[in-house]
C-alpha cells in the first residue's frame, strides 16, 4: 500500500529551478535511499514530501492519517530542558496520548458503566501501548546511549549543546516517536562508528517506511531497498541497494552509448545513400529513405557520468616503503585535567595509511594534531623521520586565509604559478570562473573544504593527516578521495566515519579506547572481524553489539573459558532466537489491525510479557555460565 506519493513536483528559487517535474512513491514499510550531487535538490524533495515546504506545482499524496516523523533543522531548545526530557518528549506525542487517556478516566470515574467511553478508553490504551508508551523510557535510554550520549550526560542542559550534539538529540527524538514514515536527512553526520552502526540497524528493524539521503555507502547499502537518484530536476527510481544502483546505471549507460553508436552508423549510412542518389532514377527511393529517417525517434547522446571533484596528492615524497616515518612512544596526552591517552605507543610507516577510529570524544583529532606537531603532549614522544612534511587537513578548516579570495588562497601556496596555473587547480575541485573571485570568508562549509583540498594538493608532503575529510563530499567527492589516498605514494593517518572510505584505504587501524592505543593489522575490515570475534553477541558494523535489552551479553561479561562450549553456543542461538521472536512480536503490537483488536492485543502483550521473562532467564544463564 502507497504510504504517500510526489507527483511532477516543481520547485523554484528565484530564478533557479531546483525541481522540474520529480515524482516520488513511498510504500508500506519501504527503504528508500535518495542519491544525488551537492545542490541536486534531495533536501528540497523530502521538505516536500514531509509537508515542510510546498511545490511550486506537481501534486503531494498522503495516505489518510499518516504519521510522518520528520526534522529540517536543529531546534531552538528552551533553557532547563535535560537531553532525556527532550527526547522524552519527542514530537509531543506521548504527551497527548497521556492527556486523552487522562480525561477519558476522569470521564468513565463519573460514568463507569458507559460502553462509549470503555470503548475509547480501551483503543487509546492500545494505541498508546502499539507506539511504545510503556516502554518509551527505556527505548530513549537505548537510544541515546546507542548514537554516543553517556548516561552523565543524559541530565545536561540541552540548550548549551554544541550544533552537532543538538543534530544527534534530534535524530534521538525522531528514532523514538511514533510514525508511519520516518525521513532522515544525512543521520550519520556528527556520529562516530558505533552511533553509524546503531542507526543502520533501528533502520533495518523501523516497523514503518523509511526515507533517507546519505552519502554514506555502506549505510546505503546495508540499510536502503531502493535508490531514487535526483538529477537535474527530476528523479529515477532504481531497486535493490547503494551498489545495485551502480551497477544497473553503468549498465544502463553502457547500453544507451552502445545504441547512440548503432544508431549514428546507421543514420551515416542512410545520408551517404540520399547524397549519392539524391538525383537521377533512385531518387524516389532517396526522398523516400529521407521521409523514414525523419520520421525515426533516434536516442539523444548519452549524458555519462558527471564530472566530479578530481583529487591528486603530490606524488613526489620522501622515504622507502616500510621505512619508519613517525613512531609514538609512552605518549600521555591531557586537555586540562582530563586524560585522552595514557602511555600510548604506535609506529606509522612510509607508503601505509592508518585508520584512527575511536568514539566520539575519546580525543582522535586532538591525538592527529599531536602527532602533526600542533598540540603538546603531557609524556613520552613523538620521533619523526629527519625532515618529514606533513600536510594536514582539520575538520574547522582552520588553515583558510581571511580577507582573501579563493585564487589569493591558492596563490599565498605558490606564488610563482601563473594565474591559469592555479585557475586550472581550482577548477579540479569544482571552481571555476568568478568562483575563484569569491572571498573566502564567504565560502559555505562544503566550499571551503574543497579549498582545503585543493591547498592541500598543491603542496608537497611525506605524510597526510585527515580529520574528517569527508565531511560536505557527495558520494563522487567521496569515490575521488578515496582515489586519491589510494594513489598517495606517502604515509597517510586518516580519521573518518566513512566506513567504505576506511576499508578501502587503510592498511592497519589505531583505535583510541579508554585512553589506550590498540593497532590493528590487515585494516577496517579486518579490524571489525577482531572485535566481534572478542564478543558472542551478533555484531553490527563496528565493534559493538547492539542488544535488545542492557543487560544483554557482552564482551566483557564473556568467560574466558568456556564450559560446555556446545551447550553455551545453543544458549546464545537460543537468544538471538527470543530477540527475534520478541522484536516481532513489538512490530505486531504496532499494526492497526492489532491494536483495534483488545483480544488481539492482550494476546500479544502476554507473549511479549512471556518472551520477556524467557529472555532475562537466558541473561541470567549466560552471565553466570562458568560460575555453577
Request: hydrophobic fraction near 35%; proline fraction near 3%.
Given at each position: 500500500?502507497?504510504?504517500?506519493?510526489?507527483?511532477?513536483?516543481?520547485?523554484?528559487?528565484?530564478?533557479?529551478?531546483?525541481?522540474?517535474?520529480?515524482?516520488?512513491?513511498?510504500?508500506?514499510?519501504?527503504?528508500?535511499?535518495?542519491?544525488?550531487?551537492?545542490?541536486?535538490?534531495?533536501?528540497?524533495?523530502?521538505?516536500?514530501?514531509?509537508g515542510a515546504d510546498e511545490p511550486d506545482r506537481g501534486e503531494r499524496n498522503l495516505r489518510r492519517n499518516l504519521r510522518i516523523a520528520y526534522a529540517e533543522q536543529v531546534p531552538k531548545i528552551e533553557p532547563g530542558t535535560s537531553i532525556r526530557d527532550y527526547v522524552l518528549r519527542g514530537d509531543g506525542t506521548f504527551d497527548r496520548l497521556e492527556s486523552e487517556v487522562r480525561a477519558l478516566e476522569q470521564a468513565l470515574a463519573a460514568n463507569p458503566t458507559e460502553e462509549r467511553l470503555l470503548r475509547e478508553y480501551g483503543e487509546l490504551q492500545g494505541r498508546f501501548e502499539a507506539a511504545g508508551g510503556y516502554d518509551r523510557t527505556h527505548v530513549c535510554e537505548r537510544v541515546l546511549s546507542g548514537i554516543g550520549f553517556a548516561e552523565h550526560e543524559w541530565s545536561k542542559d540541552a540548550s548549551v549543546l554544541s550544533g552537532g550534539e543538538k543534530s544527534r538529540l534530534v535524530l534521538a527524538a525522531l528514532m523514538t516517536s511514533p510514525a508511519d514514515l520516518l525521513i532522515l536527512d544525512e543521520p550519520t553526520n556528527h556520529l562516530d562508528l558505533e552511533g553509524i552502526a546503531f542507526v543502520e540497524d533501528h533502520v533495518r528493524r523501523y516497523p514503518g517506511a523509511v526515507v533517507v539521503i546519505s552519502h554514506d555507502r555502506r549505510f546505503l547499502n546495508a540499510g536502503v531497498t531502493r535508490i531514487v537518484e535526483v538529477d537535474d530536476g527530476a528523479t529515477t527510481s532504481w531497486p535493490g541497494n547503494y551498489d545495485a544502483w551502480r551497477k544497473l546505471k553503468d549498465e544502463r549507460l553502457l547500453a544507451e552509448a552502445r545504441q547512440f553508436k548503432s544508431e549514428q552508423a546507421y543514420f551515416e549510412k542512410e545520408m551517404e545513400y540520399i547524397r549519392r542518389n539524391n538525383a537521377g532514377r533512385m531518387a524516389r527511393q532517396a526522398k523516400g529513405r529521407l521521409r523514414k529517417l525523419q520520421r525515426l525517434a533516434f536516442v539523444s547522446r548519452p549524458k555519462g557520468e558527471k564530472s566530479g571533484m578530481r583529487l591528486q596528492f603530490a606524488d613526489k615524497v620522501r622515504g622507502q616503503s616500510g621505512q619508519t616515518i613517525l613512531e609514538g612512544q609512552d605518549l600521555t596526552l591531557r586537555i586540562g585535567d582530563r586524560t585522552l591517552v595514557a602511555n600510548g605507543s604506535f609506529r606509522i610507516v612510509h607508503g601505509e595509511c592508518m585508520g584512527l577510529v575511536g568514539r566520539n570524544g575519546t580525543g582522535k583529532s586532538t591525538l592527529l594534531r599531536a602527532i602533526a606537531g600542533r598540540h603538546p603532549l603531557s609524556a613520552g614522544e613523538i620521533r619523526r623521520a629527519h625532515g618529514i612534511q606533513i600536510g594536514t587537513f582539520s575538520q574547522d578548516v582552520t588553515d583558510l586565509p581571511h580577507g582573501r579570495t579563493v585564487l589569493d588562497a591558492l596563490r599565498m601556496l605558490d606564488p610563482e604559478a601563473t594565474e591559469k596555473e592555479l585557475r586550472d587547480h581550482l577548477a579540479l575541485f569544482l571552481f571555476s570562473g568568478d568562483d575563484v573571485e569569491a572571498p573566502v570568508d564567504g565560502l559555505s562549509g562544503g566550499e571551503k573544504q574543497r579549498l582545503s583540498l585543493a591547498r592541500l594538493t598543491r603542496s608537497h608532503h611525506d605524510m597526510l593527516c585527515l580529520d574528517e575529510p569527508t565531511n560536505h563530499l557527495d558520494v563522487a567527492g567521496r569515490e575521488g578521495l578515496e582515489q586519491a589516498i589510494a594513489e598517495f605514494p606517502g604515509a597517510v593517518l586518516l580519521i573518518t566515519h566513512d566506513r567504505q572510505l576506511l576499508a578501502s584505504a587503510s592498511n592497519r587501524i589505531l583505535a583510541l579506547e579508554n585512553q589506550r592505543l590498540r593497532t590493528f593489522d590487515g585494516g577496517f575490515d579486518a579490524f571489525i572481524r577482531a572485535a566481534a570475534d572478542a564478543t558472542p553477541a551478533r555484531r553490527t558494523d563496528t565493534a559493538a553489539a547492539q542488544p535488545a535489552k542492557p543487560s544483554a551479553p557482552t564482551s566483557s561479561a564473556a568467560p574466558t573459558k568456556i564450559r560446555n562450549p556446545m551447550m553455551f553456543q545453543k544458549l546464545e542461538e537460543q537468544i538471538f532466537a527470543l530477540e527475534e521472536e520478541l522484536e516481532s512480536v513489538r512490530t505486531a503490537m504496532t499494526q492497526e489491525e492489532n491494536y483495534l483488536d483488545a483480544a488481539r492485543m492482550r494476546d500479544l502483550q502476554e507473549r511479549e510479557a512471556k518472551l520477556d521473562a524467557d529472555l532475562a532467564a537466558a541473561y541470567e544463564r549466560w552471565e553466570n555460565w562458568n560460575e555453577g
Amino acid at each position: 500500500m502507497t504510504l504517500a506519493s510526489l507527483e511532477r513536483i516543481e520547485r523554484r528559487f528565484g530564478d533557479f529551478e531546483v525541481l522540474t517535474g520529480a515524482s516520488l512513491r513511498i510504500d508500506e514499510k519501504e527503504r528508500v535511499g535518495i542519491v544525488g550531487d551537492n545542490g541536486s535538490g534531495k533536501t528540497t524533495l523530502i521538505r516536500i514530501l514531509a509537508g515542510a515546504d510546498e511545490p511550486d506545482r506537481g501534486e503531494r499524496n498522503l495516505r489518510r492519517n499518516l504519521r510522518i516523523a520528520y526534522a529540517e533543522q536543529v531546534p531552538k531548545i528552551e533553557p532547563g530542558t535535560s537531553i532525556r526530557d527532550y527526547v522524552l518528549r519527542g514530537d509531543g506525542t506521548f504527551d497527548r496520548l497521556e492527556s486523552e487517556v487522562r480525561a477519558l478516566e476522569q470521564a468513565l470515574a463519573a460514568n463507569p458503566t458507559e460502553e462509549r467511553l470503555l470503548r475509547e478508553y480501551g483503543e487509546l490504551q492500545g494505541r498508546f501501548e502499539a507506539a511504545g508508551g510503556y516502554d518509551r523510557t527505556h527505548v530513549c535510554e537505548r537510544v541515546l546511549s546507542g548514537i554516543g550520549f553517556a548516561e552523565h550526560e543524559w541530565s545536561k542542559d540541552a540548550s548549551v549543546l554544541s550544533g552537532g550534539e543538538k543534530s544527534r538529540l534530534v535524530l534521538a527524538a525522531l528514532m523514538t516517536s511514533p510514525a508511519d514514515l520516518l525521513i532522515l536527512d544525512e543521520p550519520t553526520n556528527h556520529l562516530d562508528l558505533e552511533g553509524i552502526a546503531f542507526v543502520e540497524d533501528h533502520v533495518r528493524r523501523y516497523p514503518g517506511a523509511v526515507v533517507v539521503i546519505s552519502h554514506d555507502r555502506r549505510f546505503l547499502n546495508a540499510g536502503v531497498t531502493r535508490i531514487v537518484e535526483v538529477d537535474d530536476g527530476a528523479t529515477t527510481s532504481w531497486p535493490g541497494n547503494y551498489d545495485a544502483w551502480r551497477k544497473l546505471k553503468d549498465e544502463r549507460l553502457l547500453a544507451e552509448a552502445r545504441q547512440f553508436k548503432s544508431e549514428q552508423a546507421y543514420f551515416e549510412k542512410e545520408m551517404e545513400y540520399i547524397r549519392r542518389n539524391n538525383a537521377g532514377r533512385m531518387a524516389r527511393q532517396a526522398k523516400g529513405r529521407l521521409r523514414k529517417l525523419q520520421r525515426l525517434a533516434f536516442v539523444s547522446r548519452p549524458k555519462g557520468e558527471k564530472s566530479g571533484m578530481r583529487l591528486q596528492f603530490a606524488d613526489k615524497v620522501r622515504g622507502q616503503s616500510g621505512q619508519t616515518i613517525l613512531e609514538g612512544q609512552d605518549l600521555t596526552l591531557r586537555i586540562g585535567d582530563r586524560t585522552l591517552v595514557a602511555n600510548g605507543s604506535f609506529r606509522i610507516v612510509h607508503g601505509e595509511c592508518m585508520g584512527l577510529v575511536g568514539r566520539n570524544g575519546t580525543g582522535k583529532s586532538t591525538l592527529l594534531r599531536a602527532i602533526a606537531g600542533r598540540h603538546p603532549l603531557s609524556a613520552g614522544e613523538i620521533r619523526r623521520a629527519h625532515g618529514i612534511q606533513i600536510g594536514t587537513f582539520s575538520q574547522d578548516v582552520t588553515d583558510l586565509p581571511h580577507g582573501r579570495t579563493v585564487l589569493d588562497a591558492l596563490r599565498m601556496l605558490d606564488p610563482e604559478a601563473t594565474e591559469k596555473e592555479l585557475r586550472d587547480h581550482l577548477a579540479l575541485f569544482l571552481f571555476s570562473g568568478d568562483d575563484v573571485e569569491a572571498p573566502v570568508d564567504g565560502l559555505s562549509g562544503g566550499e571551503k573544504q574543497r579549498l582545503s583540498l585543493a591547498r592541500l594538493t598543491r603542496s608537497h608532503h611525506d605524510m597526510l593527516c585527515l580529520d574528517e575529510p569527508t565531511n560536505h563530499l557527495d558520494v563522487a567527492g567521496r569515490e575521488g578521495l578515496e582515489q586519491a589516498i589510494a594513489e598517495f605514494p606517502g604515509a597517510v593517518l586518516l580519521i573518518t566515519h566513512d566506513r567504505q572510505l576506511l576499508a578501502s584505504a587503510s592498511n592497519r587501524i589505531l583505535a583510541l579506547e579508554n585512553q589506550r592505543l590498540r593497532t590493528f593489522d590487515g585494516g577496517f575490515d579486518a579490524f571489525i572481524r577482531a572485535a566481534a570475534d572478542a564478543t558472542p553477541a551478533r555484531r553490527t558494523d563496528t565493534a559493538a553489539a547492539q542488544p535488545a535489552k542492557p543487560s544483554a551479553p557482552t564482551s566483557s561479561a564473556a568467560p574466558t573459558k568456556i564450559r560446555n562450549p556446545m551447550m553455551f553456543q545453543k544458549l546464545e542461538e537460543q537468544i538471538f532466537a527470543l530477540e527475534e521472536e520478541l522484536e516481532s512480536v513489538r512490530t505486531a503490537m504496532t499494526q492497526e489491525e492489532n491494536y483495534l483488536d483488545a483480544a488481539r492485543m492482550r494476546d500479544l502483550q502476554e507473549r511479549e510479557a512471556k518472551l520477556d521473562a524467557d529472555l532475562a532467564a537466558a541473561y541470567e544463564r549466560w552471565e553466570n555460565w562458568n560460575e555453577g
